[in-house]
């Protein structure tokens, strides 16, 4: 539903960003369609996106970094900035951060597909020229591809294996490439997302698991075992040193924990089933580390930096959007597409980006 908002100046430390890029995520997908993400329940009208970019329009009396017409990138998670957590720099597990387009806090923190918002200008991050807006749009997945990076503490030289190869997979992927890993293994249920994968320089080996669905816990650990073995035979050391798990798969994390060496790491990104059933003495035993990965903090900077730089591991991140559409009245379709593996025309979709500027 399309709605007109009355929108003040913005206050002292705000500016006033004309929204034009906003890529659409799952947890924007669960919402639209069934207005809820996992246990978090839509309680009044939402708007939503948060992968966002835009132009400046107009600044508070007290910000002195940005000025009308600055391209910005949104960084759309304000954290209190008072409790311990933000104070140690992890304020994306900040206990009262509000989120746009999340239904977590109450009232609901509006998103971005809006013609226009205020926002704090300490999270409106200027864009380079060499960075278009629809690059811009596309840091925010990145900087959890960059704060799943950090958690890992890879070593140059490592094999990497991840799970799911959609936007996130893909670009947790394009981020070992840039840590310096010696290969990156892909896994996914669609063939084709693989294959692009790889053609496209994001990972060196690819995985197309199998379509099964195990019923009992035998049979699924069973499985879980055999997609390890597919795993191991495309490692040149037989198992892989860490794992971004990006789809929230019970079997796939199963599978995660069977294909890592001892010592190894597996970092928890997909948000799928809340309750899994887990070996987790074969994680145990061999001091394989389950690390929690939520959103991102303090990731923009480094994201412009590298998307700007001309880093010859990154991979051209300009081929994850896969199709486009314009204006308010385009945003049904968009969603609709986004909740596609492919469209009529057997073209893979990967990352949807609606441009709001257009009628």
Known sequence: ??????????????????????????????????????DIIVKEPLTLGHESSGVVVEVGSAVT??????????????????????????YNICKTLRFRSSAKSFPHFQGTLQERI????????????????ELGAI???????????????????????????????LLCAAMCKVSGAKKVIIADIQEA???????????????VVPMKRPQAIEEKLAF????????????????????????????????????????GRIMLIGMGSPIQTLPISAAALREVDLIGVFRYANTYQEAIELVSSG??????????????????????????????????????????LVDTTSP
């Open 1 to 38: 539903m399309q709605e007109n908002r009355q929108l003040d100046s913005p206050e002292p430390t705000e500016v006033q960003v004309a929204v034009q890029s906003t890529g659409l995520c799952g947890s924007d997908l669960h919402y639209f369609n069934h207005y809820r993400n996992g």
């Open 65 to 90: 970094g940005l000025k009308a017409g600055d391209r910005v990138a949104l960084e759309v998670g304000l954290p209190c900035l008072e409790c311990n957590l933000c104070k140690e720099a992890r």
């Open 118 to 133: 205020n926002h704090p200008a300490a999270y409106c991050h200027k864009l380079p020229s060499n960075a278009s807006l």
């Open 139 to 169: 840091l925010e997945p990145l900087g959890v591809a960059i704060h799943g990076s950090r958690r890992a503490a890879l070593k140059s030289g490592s094999t990497v294996l991840i799970f799911g190869a959609g936007a996130v997979g």
């Open 193 to 207: 997302r693989v294959v692009f994968a790889v053609q496209n320089k994001f990972a060196d080996e690819q995985i």
């Open 224 to 263: 879980a075992k055999e997609v390890a073995e597919l795993i191991k035979a495309k490692s040149d050391i037989g198992e892989v040193d860490a794992v971004f798990e990006c789809t929230g798969v019970e079997s796939c994390l199963q599978a995660a924990i069977y294909s890592t060496r001892p010592g």
């Open 311 to 352: 880093n010859p591991l990154l991979p051209d991140l300009s081929k994850l959007v896969s199709h486009r559409f314009e204006g308010f009245a385009g945003i049904p379709e968009a969603f609709d597409m986004a909740g596609r593996v492919k469209d009529d025309d057997g073209k893979l979709v990967l990352k949807v």
